[in-house]
């Protein structure tokens, strides 16, 4: 099971990143990071205990689903999940961050838009103002908690795909049939190396403290 999932590395690692960002929309509600000791500080940022655990329980109970229920402790030890999720959070603030420096922002439009597209609010065929609210209530989220974290998801993304439209591959390769079923790939490949560069380099300009007991 385990040399399957690592067969698999890059499928795993891009929903590895699609539960990062359900979690900061779907996360524990408004949490009061002032008094509560954070697991992580990012520059003048933290993450706090409860935003980490909940991203670790959606990301065991991933891979407990697609495991049919088979993800034991000792693949868990292996692919270093706590560490992962850790990780990943840490890369979502750099990211956020530095979107802010450059001036990315998301307006309302752009997010009521992401909004009303969002499959999980769309009944008959359009988008249900009860069911969005219902699925807030729910998730313990008023509809302002909702938007700002869906601001960062898209901020998010943005910012990613801006790191990774840097890379280029020449247009005599994109064009030539013969390499289409290689480019693509190749590609997306070389967008995850440089995005994970870019993060790579604020990381050693950044300040980060981590109370690594908290997730021991």
């Known amino acids: 099971m385990l040399q399957a999932m690592r067969k698999h590395a890059k499928f795993f690692y891009v929903l590895f990143f699609i539960i990062i960002l359900s979690f900061i929309f779907w996360g524990v509600g408004n949490v ?7 697991i992580a500080e990012v520059g003048k940022e933290k993450i706090s205990v409860e935003e980490y655990w909940t991203a670790y329980d959606r990301a065991r109970d991933y891979y407990r689903n697609i495991t049919k229920g088979n993800f034991t402790e000792e693949m868990e030890k292996k692919l270093n999940l706590k560490q992962k ?3 990943s959070l840490v890369d979502d603030l750099l990211l956020l ?28 065929g359009k988008f249900n103002d009860d069911v969005y609210l219902r ?82």
């Open 32 to 38: 009061d990071k002032s008094t509560a000791v954070p």
């Open 97 to 124: 961050t530095e979107a802010k420096k450059v001036g990315i922002t998301v307006g309302d439009a752009e997010l009521r838009e992401a909004i009303v597209n969002d499959p999980a609010f769309i009944r008959d």
């Open 135 to 216: 699925t807030l209530q729910l998730n313990r989220m008023t509809p302002e908690y909702y938007e700002s974290q869906k601001k960062k998801e898209l901020i998010l993304q943005r910012m990613r795909r801006l790191i990774g439209d840097s890379v280029e591959i020449t247009d005599a390769a994109m064009s030539d049939p013969s390499l289409s079923a290689y480019v693509q790939p190749l590609l997306s490949q070389m967008r995850d190396k440089a995005v994970k560069s870019y993060i790579d380099g604020i990381r050693k300009q950044t300040k980060i403290k981590v109370n690594q007991q908290l997730i021991s």
């Open 85 to 87: 999720i850790l990780d």
